[in-house]
């Protein structure tokens, strides 16, 4: 464990859960009191940030759920493998969750990811059928669904997080990168965000280990998870849950237009956060809250986490 604590919020208690494989997972939870009420909720971060992405999201769906957010391993205060073959996949990390899932003892939660958060929900749900309720997922594609070559463009930035410098880009300069990748995600380009609030992130991504973590998790989608995707061997499209998709309708990279390719299976919706740019948790709390107790009532009364 990290000797920087993972910040306080109250309600909130931590934990670290060993998994089968020996890696320790850093779990924030609150509402545990509503455990067994409906499907516990568990969210997932993406990058280039942590659990505390949910921090004003928590406290709403706390009221009235079982709450569990988790570090991804190599985020937050969850352990760190080193890079290395398969370590960063991004379906490692969905196998992370469902053996949490189990040791947890949660039977079919709902996830709520964002992000690459988002993508490994989906692979969650992929991978272990029967094993969740439903996912929604904001602020991504669907892992089934490819990039028309005229938007590629707008991924430029995963080419410098994922290449030789990506390590020195999460912790160099003052952080320069990452502080212009949270500017650049902001429903307002033209506003920084808050020095206090990009700490909490960037505290954790001057931690070597954690920085080439980070630059992992992209390395390995270029190199393996993206060509897989292009010959249709990556994850096939999940049809036995509901899927509800949130893209920020101000986020410049996974745009309402490109997450809507996922539409056309009858379990799918693709709905809209106004005046969310990429970082939906963040600017539009109570809209993603809104839309998650929606989607929570019409899971199946008999479904419990």
């Known amino acids: 464990m990290s000797a920087v604590a993972p910040p306080d919020l109250p309600g909130v208690t931590h934990r670290w859960e060993r998994l089968p494989s020996g890696l320790r997972l850093h779990v924030a939870e609150a509402g545990a009191a509503h455990a067994g009420d409906g499907p516990t909720l568990v969210l997932i971060h993406g990058w280039p940030q942590h659990w505390w992405c949910w921090r004003k999201v928590i406290p709403l769906l706390a009221e009235r759920h079982h709450v569990v957010a988790v570090d991804l391993r190599g985020h937050g ?3 760190v493998p080193a890079p290395g073959g398969d370590a960063y996949d991004k379906r490692t990390l969905a196998d992370d969750v469902i053996a949490l899932l189990d040791v947890l003892g949660l039977e079919r939660p709902v ?5 690459w958060g988002a993508w490994v929900s989906l692979l969650v749900a992929g991978r272990a059928p029967g094993s969740v309720a439903g996912v929604v997922a904001t602020a991504i594609l669907a892992p089934w669904t490819t990039v028309p070559v005229r938007e590629l463009r707008r991924f430029g930035y995963q080419l410098v997080a994922g290449g030789p ?15 212009t990748v949270y500017r650049l995600g902001s429903h307002d380009r033209s506003k920084a965000w808050p020095e206090e609030e990009q700490q909490v992130y960037l505290e954790r991504y001057r931690d070597p280990a954690r920085a080439r973590a980070g630059a992992a998790m992209y390395r390995r989608f270029l190199l393996a998870e993206a060509p897989a995707g292009l010959r249709g061997r990556y994850q096939a499209p999940v049809t036995d849950v509901p899927l509800l998709f949130l893209p920020g309708t101000r986020d410049g990279v996974l745009t309402p237009k490109l997450v809507s390719q996922a539409l056309g299976p009858a379990n799918v919706a693709v709905e809209t956060i106004e005046g969310a740019g990429h970082w939906v948790p963040e600017e539009q709390p109570d809209a993603l809250v809104a839309h998650v107790e929606r989607f929570v009532a019409a899971v199946p009364a008999a479904t419990t986490g």
């Open 77 to 79: 205060w969850s352990d």
């Open 165 to 179: 410098i990506g390590p020195l880009a999460h912790r160099l300069r003052g952080q320069r990168f990452l502080r």
């Open 111 to 115: 996830l709520v990811g964002h992000d």
